[in-house]
């Protein structure tokens, strides 16, 4: 009896409009900047695109910037500090009370004020069990209080302007506070994508239980993010200061956000294990310019903060479905 062969069938090439939307899920935040980009160039008569304001929007993003590049490595974790900002401000207040005693030296109270509550963080999250948002939320909570009763309530100034680079607040025409962030940036870029910590960070976000059994040290991991992230807000409090030349016991409440919104927008999962550092900074630009949008059109301030949020539940809406239907393959 002879065999007979089914001739294998070949899978239809996808039309046009599907490659374009293939495309456009996979390239969204990059579109989105370029759409961004060109309505700014546009409502602003060609004012936007000018080197000098480019450079002045990213130095007005630099603080959110940080924040969001210590954020990045939590939520790679699938876990989230709602702390971030609030440690900031208690950096900067405990930097300025101590100003008196020098630069340096109000810098290393403050880095340590801020490295003891990231590590508070990570053995919350990752010995004890918390749960990330309930844990940031208590460290939030913290550093706001101890902010308010440092200050009395107030505003702290800086009586003496200390430059950022060796005395420098400009290499050329780049503003010190860029170049900072941009080399905190290259740092967590390294870290995740060069050492074997990075591999355990997206291994514990991918799947905790199989990182365990893997042999990955995931509470070490989980502290070390953590605790990288308040160092990420301590550079943050001394880049706020730098521009602002004093800081506020409520400034955590401006950045609470700040954070969150570039790393979500710019596609790293809430889900844990996908995304990174890179698509941060896209997230933090799209974000920055579309700030810079809302000014440029006289957009009121509360309903500048409505269309962040409304921004943020659809990315989110878009990214989680997307992230579910790929885990589920």
Request: with cysteine; aromatic share 8%.
């Amino acid at each position: 009896m002879e065999t007979v062969v089914e001739p294998a069938t070949v899978p239809a090439a996808p039309s046009t409009g599907e490659r374009i939307r293939g495309f456009l899920k996979r390239n969204v935040v990059a579109v989105a900047f370029v759409a961004l980009f060109a309505v700014a160039a546009v409502a602003s008569k060609g004012a936007f695109v000018k080197p000098t304001n480019l450079i002045n929007v990213l130095a007005q993003n630099c603080v959110a910037g940080v924040l969001a590049v210590g954020q990045t490595l939590v939520i790679l974790t699938a876990g989230i500090d709602l702390s971030l900002g609030y440690i900031t401000g208690l950096a900067a207040m405990v930097m300025l009370m101590a100003q008196g005693w020098g630069f340096w030296l109000a810098f290393a109270l403050g880095l340590a004020v801020g490295l003891v509550c990231g590590v508070i963080n990570g053995v919350l999250v990752s010995v004890m069990r918390v749960p990330a948002f309930i844990g940031t939320l208590g460290m939030m909570q913290v550093a706001m209080g101890i902010s308010y009763v440092l200050g009395n309530g107030v505003s702290v100034y800086e009586k003496d302007h200390e430059p950022l680079l060796f005395g420098y607040d400009k290499i050329g025409p780049i503003p010190a506070v860029v170049i900072v962030w941009a080399l905190v940036t290259a740092l967590a870029w390294f870290v995740t994508k060069r050492t074997r910590y990075g591999e355990y960070i997206y291994a514990v976000g991918g799947n905790p239980r199989t990182a365990r059994a893997s042999g990955i040290p995931t509470t070490r991991v989980l502290i070390f993010v953590y605790t990288f992230a308040a160092f990420c807000s301590v550079v943050a409090a001394v880049l706020s200061i730098n521009r602002l030349g004093y800081t506020q016991p409520n400034l955590g409440d401006t950045l609470q956000m700040a954070s969150i919104a570039p790393v979500v927008v710019g596609g790293t999962s809430l889900l844990g294990g996908v995304g990174g550092v890179g698509k941060t900074i896209a997230g933090v630009l799209v974000v920055g310019i579309l700030n810079n949008i809302m000014v440029l059109l006289g957009v009121n301030q509360s309903i500048q903060r409505a269309v962040q949020g409304v921004i943020i539940i659809g990315v989110v809406f878009l990214f989680v479905r997307q992230d579910i239907a790929n885990r589920n393959r």
